[in-house]
């Protein structure tokens, strides 16, 4: 036996602490076809009925005025919910707002029953509900429970067991009967016409009724409890303190991200480097064990390292979300990120890819808004993160004498410029996304302000699996799968690179010890990534790089920091170069291939500099882009403007200081 | 005086709301004219402006809560 539920409410009701009570780990995230707004649904059993839980983002009402609100419209309006249980979660607080959507949820002449929520804090403030009498004025099941203290669970489990027969309630908001016993379509065309005036008449009337039901089945005693949040309020949103307060958290996040994130992160690279090296050995040698080590390996490599950072940045946002802050930093931030077409949640994000733009852009999730999200997610990787700071330095101790200026290193002045140059860009990119993306929507004048709360840690957790799970299954796939192509692109070559290790055996002149550099110089310079890397030139000459950095900026495509290691690989150096100074001077020997002149001078490096901070060189990125807009218009469309930009900067550079 | 620029902490009354599509959403929250409400703060450069009505607290765009004439209300 199977039995279909579906979650519906307001915002904060606790619509996502009760899945997460009901489901448990059974859940399942995604998107909506084609929108950047998120899916949830869950599975379970209560004795032998299996379950599907679905939960719909929540809404303020039936009146869509956003993305999320159309797509629950839609929902109720076109999926077939005849055998299903529409299970509307209440908040006891605010049984007043909650029962407005209820009631025109509840017209829509589905199987409904009202589940309310918040019972111990409804306790706390001296609210009475009086659930058999509430039930007799609804004429549907009413039941009072409270996810935080887990009560209440038993009784919803024998609601979704009752086959609830349909009952409207006596209240007629159309014009005439026909329409009332069509309502689902008289709101459709409500919100085709957008009839304002139908729509003030509906809600009046409705909150009229409201008044009545509630009447003689909610009591409350005033309380003498403070209202905690009103004083802290006091504080966060102080115009000035306020902003101090939330700028001392991001940094605290800023900080756990990129620093607590590097032990976890170190022991993986160490524990991946032992495994790969351990299955080189243990493989006979060969194609296959050069595979299974350097591409298999290395690509799942590529995805656990991510693991640490995205679970440190879901948990503080977790906690921001839980305690209820997160509404105030929109309050804060709203007016500034507006104007670039951004949200006041965006600001977590964008710190976030400081250290990574692929946990960043996931957590760009929270954000209600569609244009908000997906303009947030598609400035995101211009800001500089740590993967470009090997590549940042190692240039800029070639191109930038050690000297100071007014007290300060040219060089640190330098990398300080190119983190400014990506915050500047980021505003500027966004700015324009918000002139270019269209939507019917104004953005949200109304942004409820939920209570304070202590968090609830279950709560958190499961968002840090969740978001978790979802990047290894979803996007690891494909970093996985573009590392494997990567690595046979580098270990297949022409004739040359099949003789590498003849020719070196044979030539006397190579002292034994530098056999193996030579071999691997080879073959670098004539595998098929090579190959790739010289058809190119034409297309990177004008930005000032020879055939071997193409080899390095495409070899890059798999993550900007490689840039280094392979451009050592391919000039004949030692691999496991640790000093950035030490690596420099090889860089700063080179000559170019074409011109015969230093590979490395001022235009070519700040040329190679821009390159990297606009260009989006990191299928991880792409991958998680893919994977959040369900898009590949958009990610399509972030892959070209950023490495267009890349390429246009890159080549004023050039040719202005050549 | 319009909201945005009403004093924080005080309880007002709403009187009039200019604009229609404000009017409408701010019924769908039981608003009226005439309802009471608490302004609780206002963020600074033409940020949000937030109020309270009955247990409901929820924050306006500057542009919305211009649009909204409100009196104290003692
Ligand atoms: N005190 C209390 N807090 C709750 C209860 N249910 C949920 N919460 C908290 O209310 C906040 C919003 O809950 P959430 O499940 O995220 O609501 P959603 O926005 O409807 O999905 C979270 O901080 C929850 O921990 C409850 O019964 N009592």
């Known amino acids: 036996m199977n039995k279909k539920v579906v979650l519906v409410g307001n915002q904060n009701v606790g619509k996502t602490s009760l899945f997460n009570l009901l489901s448990g780990a059974n859940q399942k995230t995604g998107n909506y076809p084609g929108v950047t707004v998120s899916k949830k649904s869950g599975s379970f059993k209560i004795d032998h009925l299996s379950i599907e839980l679905i939960d719909l983002p929540g809404i303020a009402n039936l009146n869509p005025t956003s993305l999320d609100e159309e797509l629950v419209l839609n929902y109720l309006l076109t999926e077939d919910l005849s055998d299903a249980l529409v299970l509307f979660v209440a908040s006891a607080i605010d049984l007043k707002n909650s029962l407005y959507l209820f009631s025109q949820v509840k017209d829509l002449g589905f199987s409904t029953a009202l589940a309310i929520n918040f019972e111990d804090q409804a306790v706390k403030k001296g609210i009475k509900i009086d659930t058999e009498k509430l039930s007799e004025n609804l004429k549907c099941p009413v039941i009072l429970f409270s996810a935080r203290k887990n009560s209440g669970i038993k009784k919803i489990h024998e609601l979704i067991k009752q086959d609830i027969p349909v009952k409207k309630l006596p209240v007629n908001y159309t014009k005439s009967e026909d329409q009332w016993e069509n309502y689902q379509s008289f709101i459709k065309e409500l919100n085709e016409t957008n009839d304002k005036k139908l729509k003030r008449q509906e809600a009046i009337l409705r909150h009229q009724a409201i008044e009545k039901w509630l009447k003689n089945a909610v009591t409350i005693s005033k309380s ?44 993986i690279d160490l524990g991946m480097g032992n495994l790969i090296e351990m299955s080189r050995e243990a493989l006979p040698k060969g194609m296959l064990s050069d595979l299974i080590s350097d591409g298999l390996l290395t690509g799942i490599a590529g995805v656990v390292i991510f693991i640490p950072q995205i679970a440190i940045l879901f948990f503080f946002f977790g906690l921001l979300e839980e305690t209820g802050y997160m509404s105030r930093a929109v309050f804060l931030m709203d007016k500034v990120m507006e104007k670039v077409g951004m949200n006041g949640k965006s600001v977590v994000p964008l710190i976030s890819s400081f250290a990574c733009a692929v946990p960043s852009i996931m957590a760009t999730r929270t954000i ?67 002139k270019i993306i269209k939507t019917k929507y104004k953005k949200f004048f109304i942004i409820p302000m939920p209570d304070y709360l202590v968090p609830n840690f279950k709560n958190i957790g499961y968002n840090v699996w969740n978001n978790t799970k979802s990047f290894v299954l979803n996007a690891g796939k494909i970093i996985v799968a573009v590392t494997i192509i990567i690595f046979l692109l580098q270990s297949y070559g022409n004739q040359r690179y099949q003789q590498a290790e003849q020719i070196v055996l044979t030539d006397n002149s190579i002292p034994d010890e530098q056999k193996e550099r030579a071999i691997n110089k080879i073959k670098s310079e004539n595998s098929y990534l090579a190959a790739i890397g010289q058809t190119i030139e034409p297309v ?119 | 005086m319009n909201l945005s620029k009403q004093v924080i902490g005080k309880r007002l009354k709403i009187t009039s709301i200019t604009n229609e599509e404000v009017t409408t959403r701010l019924s769908e929250l039981g608003m009226f004219e005439g309802a009471i409400i608490k302004k609780l703060n206002q963020a600074p450069f033409s940020g949000p402006t937030l109020i309270q009505y009955n247990e409901f607290k929820l924050a306006l765009r500057f542009d919305e809560a211009s649009q909204i004439s409100t009196e104290i209300y003692e």
Not at chain 1, 228 to 255: E, M, R, W
Not at chain 1, 381 to 404: G, H, K, Q
Not at chain 1, 405 to 433: N, P, R, S
């Open chain 1, 224 to 267: 003498d409890a403070t209202d905690i949040t009103s004083s802290l309020d006091k504080l966060f949103l102080h115009p000035f303190f306020g902003y101090v307060i939330f700028a001392t958290i991001l940094l605290l996040i800023f900080q756990s991200v990129f620093w607590i994130a590097s032990f976890p992160m170190d022991w």
């Open chain 1, 368 to 434: 209600a808004n569609q244009k908000e999200r997906l303009i947030t997610i598609l400035v995101a990787p211009l800001i500089t993160c740590s993967a470009r700071i090997p590549v940042y330095t190692v240039i800029i101790y070639v191109i930038i004498p050690e000297e100071s200026f007014l007290g300060f290193g040219l060089q640190g002045l330098m990398l300080f410029a190119m983190y400014l140059l990506g915050v500047i860009t980021t505003f500027i990119a966004a700015w324009v996304f918000k």
């Open chain 1, 540 to 658: 990177i000459r004008p930005l000032g790089y020879d055939w071997k950095m193409g080899i390095g900026v495409l070899a890059s495509i798999a993550a900007r920091e490689v840039f280094v290691g392979t451009m050592l690989v391919v000039y004949g150096s030692e691999e496991d170069l640790e000093d950035e100074k030490y690596i420099s001077q090889i860089f700063a020997k080179q000559t170019h291939a074409r011109t015969g002149k230093k590979a490395y001078n001022f235009a070519t490096g700040l040329s190679l500099l821009l390159f990297y901070a606009f260009s989006l060189q990191c299928m991880s990125t792409i991958a998680v882009t893919y994977k959040e807009t369900q898009s590949l218009k958009w990610t399509a469309i972030q892959f070209i403007y950023m490495t267009g930009l890349a390429y246009i900067a890159a080549l004023i550079a050039y040719q202005l200081l050549k």
